[in-house]
């Protein structure tokens, strides 16, 4: 039987930038990284970025991260202040901003 979610891997055209993306600007934990991709985590979900054409989604498909009430005013205020592009204006209940990585994947950092 499956006991939970393992790792999630995400193609990334490049690298570097995806990686400073995830662990400079999301604040992900750095495990590994070698030519081709790189292993890092956050919580307990661990993310793989390999280097890969990318395809990104046009549905509503985004994976959420959890953030703490008392940290979304400061994280939604640096990734604004960063000009990190947004996908989407939050319309449902509860504090969320929708973001892009630099490869278009859509992502939202959400309360609750």
């Given at each position: 039987m499956i006991n939970g979610l393992n790792h999630i891997t995400m193609a990334v055209n490049?690298?570097?930038k995806s990686f400073d993306f995830y662990v400079e600007i999301l604040g992900?934990?750095?495990h590994a990284k070698w030519n081709k991709g790189a292993y890092l985590s956050v919580g307990e979900l661990w993310l793989c970025l390999s280097v890969d054409h990318t395809q990104p989604s046009n549905d509503y498909?985004?994976?959420a991260f959890d953030v703490s009430?008392?940290?979304?005013p400061i994280l939604k205020d640096?990734?604004?202040?960063?000009?990190?592009r947004q996908w989407k204006v939050?319309?449902?209940e509860g504090s969320s901003l929708y973001i892009l990585s630099p490869d278009g994947h859509k992502l939202e950092v959400h309360v609750g």
């Amino acid at each position: 039987m499956i006991n939970g979610l393992n790792h999630i891997t995400m193609a990334v055209n490049n690298l570097d930038k995806s990686f400073d993306f995830y662990v400079e600007i999301l604040g992900f934990k750095p495990h590994a990284k070698w030519n081709k991709g790189a292993y890092l985590s956050v919580g307990e979900l661990w993310l793989c970025l390999s280097v890969d054409h990318t395809q990104p989604s046009n549905d509503y498909t985004h994976i959420a991260f959890d953030v703490s009430e008392q940290d979304f005013p400061i994280l939604k205020d640096r990734l604004v202040a960063m000009e990190v592009r947004q996908w989407k204006v939050n319309t449902s209940e509860g504090s969320s901003l929708y973001i892009l990585s630099p490869d278009g994947h859509k992502l939202e950092v959400h309360v609750g």
